[in-house]
T-cell receptor
Framework: DAKTTQPPSMDCAEGRAANLPCNHS???????VYWYRQIHSQGPQYIIH???NNETNEMASLIITEDRKSSTLILPHATLRDTAVYYCIVRVRGWYGQNFVFGPGTRLSVLP | DVKVTQSSRYLVKRTGEKVFLECVQDMDHENMFWYRQDPGLGLRLIYFSYDVKMKEKGDIPEGYSVSREKKERFSLILESTSTNQTSMYLC????????????FGPGTRLTVL
């Protein structure tokens, strides 16, 4: 699976959009981009995933560049409860053993 | 509501003791996973299972074993604990091959003295 690079930490004002970048320059054509987050003292939580088109759900939007070498997770109106570590993961949607490689992630602090 | 539960939130053991960490999911998921999480290292996969009685090594299986006798239950076994196994242990499950969402339990913080 391709490696990802994320900034170790970011701040965002409450109510503003949080834009979390991820670089995955060695991504392969059949690898998806996934985002999870981990709120303190909880297990990771799935947010969104995509292959090459932009995706949106009730939690966030995912923007993937045309060359697929980077992506951005957007939380449109960040709240204090969005303070968490955010993980960007790229992997193939395999037929079994879907182990995810979680790196250090980005620690997002939403400030009042 | 989907649920993954782990037997303990906190455990303190002495070096050399045997430890069982149990994970139960109520979603009829085929795949189950054990990770450990350490500061600065993110989550690392220890073992996973894609069916009853089946198991596969992850990235860091040394010092661990697993058991899956029933579909809903996946146990992580530390035969003889060492201080470098002090960590947060996370269990996860997913529905089927190709599913994108893993459901995680709350974690067990194990301290080995």
């Amino acid at each position: 699976d391709a490696k990802t690079t994320q900034p170790p930490s970011m701040d965002c004002a409450e109510g503003r959009a949080a834009n979390l970048p991820c670089n995955h320059s060695t991504i392969s054509g059949n690898e998806y981009v996934y985002w999870y987050r981990q709120i303190h003292s909880q297990g990771p939580q799935y947010i969104i995933h995509g292959l090459k088109n932009n995706e949106t759900n009730e939690m966030a939007s995912l923007i993937i560049t045309e060359d697929r070498k980077s992506s951005t997770l957007i939380l449109p109106h960040a709240t204090l409860r969005d303070t968490a570590v955010y993980y960007c993961i790229v992997r193939v949607r395999g037929w079994y053993g879907q182990n995810f490689v979680f790196g250090p992630g980005t620690r997002l602090s939403v400030l009042p | 509501d989907v649920k993954v539960t782990q037997s303990s939130r906190y455990l303190v053991k002495r070096t050399g003791e045997k430890v069982f960490l149990e994970c139960v999911q109520d979603m009829d998921h085929e795949n189950m996973f054990w990770y450990r999480q350490d500061p600065g290292l993110g989550l690392r996969l220890i073992y996973f299972s894609y069916d009853v009685k089946m198991k596969e090594k992850g990235d860091i299986p040394e010092g661990y074993s697993v058991s899956r006798e029933k579909k809903e239950r996946f146990s992580l076994i530390l035969e003889s604990t060492s201080t470098n196994q002090t960590s947060m242990y996370l269990c996860a499950s997913s529905f089927q091959a190709g599913a994108y969402e893993q459901f995680f339990g709350p974690g067990t913080r194990l301290t080995v003295l």
